[in-house]
């Protein structure tokens, strides 16, 4: 039993609660009760208990990360400052090509850990050898869904039947903080049978699909040249999209596509730092959320973004739109918290357990140590989470109720 007094907690809940000189009681893996701490100390003085005092740290529910290729982290700075299309062909896929199972699970332990070092709870990946990133994820103890990359057209061929044999053999082995979906990898790389499948097999299996989607330009126009229509116009009417589909990047829509992904549920990654890197484009943001389309924050992988820091995300994505959209209330601080907690736990289908400060649900909570420079004043701690806080500020990581970091 943990009781957290005398702290600052940004709840997340539906009124967007902060309480300020809040206190926090975690039994086992809930969190039992939330308040001011006067009254909680005298609520619970005869219950043994650990009191840590929080004085000068703000709480926060855990953040996600709802787009990586984690095990990337290995070519962190490896081909940086290229054109998309060289970046890939000449530099990252030969890289990958090389990389085996331990490889895989190097690098996503040590993408686990920056992510739980600066306060992600929760991430979405999608890459090869899924084994390697369960056993890496669980010896983390981070929360991680995971999509094994599906491939069909092209040199590379992973299928159906491959996915199958791989979810038979890895569904029984899998429970609590490790989940399996389905990750096809984009609309030119997966033929039009594989990608009906893939949501066939998915809403059979209660399972989550995680797709690149109108990531560039000629992504678009390609589509154009080969299917006489758009990418998510093309999704719909193959009747690939849903509620249980995560959309990454999504920078180049139309109006007409943007309705779309309101009508079908779908939710949006949103990854602006990779996309401003690999000069892929801006998402629509506000039309986006105008349109009730649930966006949530992704980083992409370490070798397009070269950090899973989802502060220094939440920073670019305000600042980006507020340029954008011309409109310095564009993206506002409350709205860009959203996208990397409560939207993310949305999009991931587990807002019931996790997202919020809230009684009765699952205790991740990330410690923020106000106590800094460069976080004083503070006027407003939503303002500062956003637009000053790092990853480095996080004192402490509880997921479940375990304090991990």
């Not at 390697?132 to 092209?154: C, H, M, N, Q």
């Not at 790092?390 to 997921?399: F, M, N, T």
Request: net charge positive; hydrophobic share 40%; charged share 20%.
């Amino acid at each position: 039993m943990l009781f957290i007094k005398n702290t600052t907690i940004v709840t997340q809940n539906n009124e967007r609660q902060v309480i300020k000189n809040g206190a926090v009681l975690i039994v086992g893996e809930k969190i039992a009760d939330i308040g001011l701490s006067v009254k909680l100390e005298k609520k619970y003085t005869k219950i043994k208990k650990k009191i840590i005092n929080g004085r000068g740290w703000v709480l926060i529910p855990g953040l996600i990360n709802a787009h990586t290729h984690a095990a990337m982290s290995l070519l962190r700075g490896f081909a940086d400052d290229l054109p998309l299309k060289d970046w890939l062909e000449q530099k990252i896929w030969p890289a990958e090509a090389k990389f085996k199972p331990r490889d895989i699970y190097r690098g996503t332990k040590l993408a686990c850990q920056e992510m739980l070092r600066s306060g992600t709870t929760t991430f979405f990946d999608m890459y090869w050898q899924p084994e390697s990133i369960i056993k890496a994820v669980r010896e983390t103890g981070i929360r991680g869904f995971v999509g094994p990359l599906i491939i069909d057209l092209g040199t590379v061929a992973v299928g159906p039947k491959q996915i199958e044999a791989l979810y038979s053999r890895l569904k029984q082995k899998l429970s609590g903080k490790v989940k399996l979906t389905i990750a096809p990898h984009a609309t030119y790389t997966v033929s039009e049978d594989t990608l009906r499948w893939c949501q066939s097999f998915a809403k059979k299996e209660g399972l989550l699909l995680h797709i690149h989607l109108s990531e560039t330009e000629g992504e678009v126009k390609n589509c154009l040249k080969k299917h006489g229509c758009r990418p998510i116009e093309y999704l719909a009417k193959i009747g690939f999209l849903g509620n249980n589909v995560v959309a990454a990047h999504c920078c180049w829509l139309s109006d007409k596509e943007i309705k779309i992904l309101a009508k079908y549920g779908v939710s949006v990654a949103h990854c602006p730092t990779s996309n401003l890197k690999l000069v892929s484009g801006i998402a629509p943001l506000g039309k986006l959320l105008k349109a009730g389309v649930n966006v949530c924050l992704g980083t992409d992988s370490a070798a397009s973004n070269n950090s899973l820091d989802i502060f220094s995300e939440m920073k670019i994505a305000a600042l980006i739109h507020k340029w954008d959209e011309k409109n310095p209330a564009a993206a506002d601080a409350q709205t860009i918290l959203d996208l990397a907690t409560i939207n993310g736990v949305k999009a991931l289908k587990i807002d019931r357990q996790v997202g919020s400060i809230d009684t009765g649900k699952q205790a991740d909570i990330v410690i923020v140590n106000f106590n800094q420079p460069h976080l004083q004043p503070c006027h407003s701690e939503v303002s500062n989470l956003v637009y000053a806080a790092r990853g480095g500020d996080v004192s402490a990581v509880i997921i479940n109720g375990q304090v991990l970091f």
